[in-house]
């Protein structure tokens, strides 16, 4: 199969012709129709070392099944050939407490696709795990699909943050991420939910994804605004930017007692001052994907069209295309999810 293939840092990716994934037990491939670039792969790719040479990136993808493996039960009746699923980015060993919780990422053997090992969507053909693997609703197309995993990001931060119905919420960064943050929060009941982005495409965007109100924090002070449209300073915050000093600007504008969440992902060594969190008594929580139901629930809700993946979507592109464009995606455009469909 054709294959966009990490090479080393600051280096383009190759699109090389690498074998086909095999199916083990329990296993299916699926034909990919559709993968996210991902804002973690862009960070990851620039730290020296943390991705394999010849590893194939790309953990946000959908497609149609091809072949599947022994004891591979299927969701609703047994997969078959062209069956349109997603599938969440990793092999875990389906035993463990965690496991059978749904708190599948936080396997300790969980092995991860599209970092190295195991080869992700930004290639032909792609590996999942049959009981980490979902049906597409017929309302989704299976390129479209690939937004599930970014919405269940989402989904994830406003459970763990624990949204209650008419609390007011400031989303920091209107990225996927905060963009999938907003649209659930509304749907858990926040009553103002306030987005701040610098770009004023991604305010536009994060309007249409449930926000209440949009902040240019170029031209509005953040702490006043959001006091101005709630009457008060933010008791819940998302951090959704992944770059170092936001969790401490927000400690600085929160109220005394409000929680941070920090979905953001930053790589590199961020600097707060805990005398801050201390005299306000701040809680401050950090998140990385998603559960087992949080992944369903994703997918139900979008069967049921209660959450529209179209608006996210700026850009589709082939495999040969994903080499530039995944670097051209460093230096920040118009661009919001970009979809590879190989
Ligand atoms: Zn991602
Ligand atoms: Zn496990």
Not at 253 to 270: E, H, N, P, Q, W
Not at 327 to 340: D, F
């Amino acid at each position: 199969m054709r294959a966009a293939c990490f090479t080393e840092s600051g280096k383009p990716f190759e699109i090389r012709e690498i074998a086909d994934p095999e199916p083990g037990p329990g296993e299916v491939v699926l034909a990919v129709k559709g993968c996210g670039i991902c804002g973690s792969d862009l960070h990851v790719t620039e730290l020296k070392g943390a991705v394999p040479h010849g590893a194939v990136m790309g953990h946000e993808f959908a497609g149609e099944i091809v072949a599947v493996g022994k004891g591979a039960k299927g969701q609703g009746g047994p997969w078959r050939e062209g069956d349109r699923v997603c599938t969440m980015p990793g092999i875990s060993c389906g035993t463990c407490r965690r496991c059978v919780n749904g708190d599948v990422m936080g396997c300790a053997n969980l092995r991860m696709t599209g970092f190295g090992d195991i080869g992700g969507g930004y290639a032909e053909y792609a590996l999942g795990i049959d009981r980490m693997t979902f049906r597409l609703p017929e309302n989704l197309s299976s390129s479209d699909g690939a937004t599930v995993e970014p919405l269940a990001v989402g989904l994830h931060a406003v459970d763990v943050a624990g949204v209650r119905s008419g609390e007011d919420v400031l989303i920091v960064g209107a990225g996927p991420v905060g963009l999938a943050c907003a649209i659930w929060a509304k749907i858990l009941g926040a009553r103002e939910v306030v987005v701040s982005d610098y770009a004023a495409h991604r305010r536009d965007m994060a309007l249409a994804y449930g926000a209440t109100a949009a902040i240019d924090p170029a031209k509005e002070e953040l702490g006043p605004t959001f006091e101005k449209i709630t009457g008060h300073a933010p008791m819940l915050a998302f951090e959704c930017v992944g770059r170092p000093d936001i969790v401490q600007e927000l400690a600085l504008i929160v109220d005394r007692g409000a929680k941070i969440l920090s979905a953001g992902m930053c790589m590199t060594t961020d600097n707060f001052r805990p005398v801050i969190f201390g005299a306000k008594e701040l809680t401050i929580q950090f998140v990385s994907y998603y559960t087992h139901q949080n992944y369903q629930l994703t997918v139900d809700m979008l069967a049921a069209e209660r959450v529209d993946p179209l608006p996210m979507i700026t850009d589709r592109i082939t495999l040969d295309a994903l080499p530039a464009a995944f670097e051209a995606l460093r230096t920040p455009s118009t661009e919001c999810k970009v979809i590879v469909q190989p």
